[in-house]
């Protein structure tokens, strides 16, 4: 089956101090993996996307994020964090509704990140 | 500024009522879409839209109804047959449907008394 999982519930960082959320996927082919940032309340905006080409990610506001094959997985990291950074974090991924053959995105529970100031 | 707009932003609603949230969207974009969001479970897909009059089910459509009359525009019904309707919904477009970036509302949280 597709899916998404993020094995972090919960995160708390120090400001200034360096940040990885783990994301693994499940699905057969190459996918489309995407993050997102959702601040309290409000709606989600992109972080970054991996479709092809280099597995390194640039996104905004800092963050990069790199795709793993082999370990199924597209961490995204930054190197120092800000405490604007303190949001709900959604790593996604592209997939296939077998049904009816509809291009869809999977959304995986979200990681919430704390930083301490 | 191109965007997406819902409202209201806080909604309360007695058991046994329909209530419709509204969507509008000014990116020209084909496809939309409407998420429930709870607590620890992401984003869950109820409806979405293609094109204009056309709309297909998510994986949780029981209990909600959709139109899409109008490019810009995709209201969301919660009904009466909706067992929890108690949550964070939120409205997204894009610009083809698909694995296209999703832009996002800001959402609209229904609470129902």
């Known amino acids: 089956a597709q899916s998404v999982t993020q094995p972090d519930i919960h995160i708390t960082v120090s400001e200034g101090a360096s940040l990885e959320l783990r994301c693994n996927y499940s699905y057969g082919a190459t996918p489309y993996l995407f993050w997102y940032v959702q601040s309290p309340g409000q709606g989600l905006q992109l972080l970054l996307k991996y479709f092809s080409g280099d597995t390194l990610v640039q996104g905004i506001k800092g963050f990069e994020a790199e795709f793993k094959r082999s370990q199924s997985s597209f961490n995204l990291r930054k190197p120092s964090v800000h405490w604007s950074d303190a949001a709900e974090y959604f790593c996604?991924?592209?997939?296939?509704?077998?049904?009816?053959?509809?291009?869809?995105?999977?959304f995986g529970p979200g990681t919430s990140l704390s930083v301490i100031p | 500024d191109g965007g997406i707009t819902q409202s209201p932003k806080y909604l309360f609603r007695k058991e046994g009522q329909n209530v419709t949230l509204s969507c509008e969207q000014n990116l020209n974009h084909d496809a939309m879409y409407w998420y429930r969001q709870d607590p620890g479970q992401g984003l869950r897909l109820i409806y979405y839209s293609q094109i204009v009059n056309d709309f297909q089910k998510g994986d949780i459509a029981e209990g909600y109804s959709v139109s899409r009359e109008k490019k810009e525009s995709f209201p969301l019904t919660v009904t009466s047959a909706q067992k929890n309707p108690t949550a964070f919904y939120l409205c997204?477009?894009?610009?083809?449907?698909?694995?296209?970036?999703?832009?996002f509302g800001p959402g609209t949280r229904l609470t129902v008394l």
């Open positions: 996604a991924v592209g997939a296939i509704e077998l049904k009816t053959s509809y291009d869809k995105v999977i």
């Open positions: 997204a477009s894009s610009r083809r449907q698909g694995w296209d970036e999703q832009f």
